[in-house]
Nanobody, 123 residues
Framework: VQLQASGGGLVQAGGSLGLSCIASERAYAVGAMAWFRQAAGKEREFVAAINWSGDRTVYSDSVKGRFTISRLNAKNTMYLQMNSLKSEDSAIYYC?????????????????WGQGTLVTVSS
């Protein structure tokens, strides 16, 4: 396993939750990382992405202003801080990485994927 996501759980609407993604050195090789999510019965969708230096981030419109993506290269770890959670944020959250440095919103751009962590937001 090259990427491992954690931090999912059950939270009430309006609450906060933080996810982490730890990568092996190989998967963390210079490049962008991203979070995607897949709700039950729906296709996987882009959430947020960040370049290697962390100075460029991209968010989906549905999470902009509520979620914050960050990374700590010294620990090979990427984070997703989720605030003001809504029931529609319930999904399995996946982390992904690529050797390219552009923080793309396209799944096809990411080579390495974690196993996912489940986030459930109760209304």
């Amino acid at each position: 396993v090259q990427l491992q996501a954690s931090g999912g759980g059950l939270v009430q609407a309006g609450g906060s939750l933080g996810l982490s993604c730890i990568a092996s050195e190989r998967a963390y090789a210079v490049g962008a990382m991203a979070w995607f999510r897949q709700a039950a019965g729906k296709e996987r969708e882009f959430v947020a992405a960040i370049n290697w230096s962390g100075d460029r981030t991209v968010y989906s419109d549905s999470v902009k202003g509520r979620f914050t993506i960050s990374r700590l290269n010294a620990k090979n770890t990427m984070y997703l801080q989720m605030n003001s959670l809504k029931s529609e944020d319930s999904a399995i959250y996946y982390c992904a990485s690529t050797q390219a440095n552009f923080p793309s919103s396209s799944e096809a751009r990411y080579r390495y994927w974690g196993q996912g962590t489940l986030v459930t937001v109760s209304s």
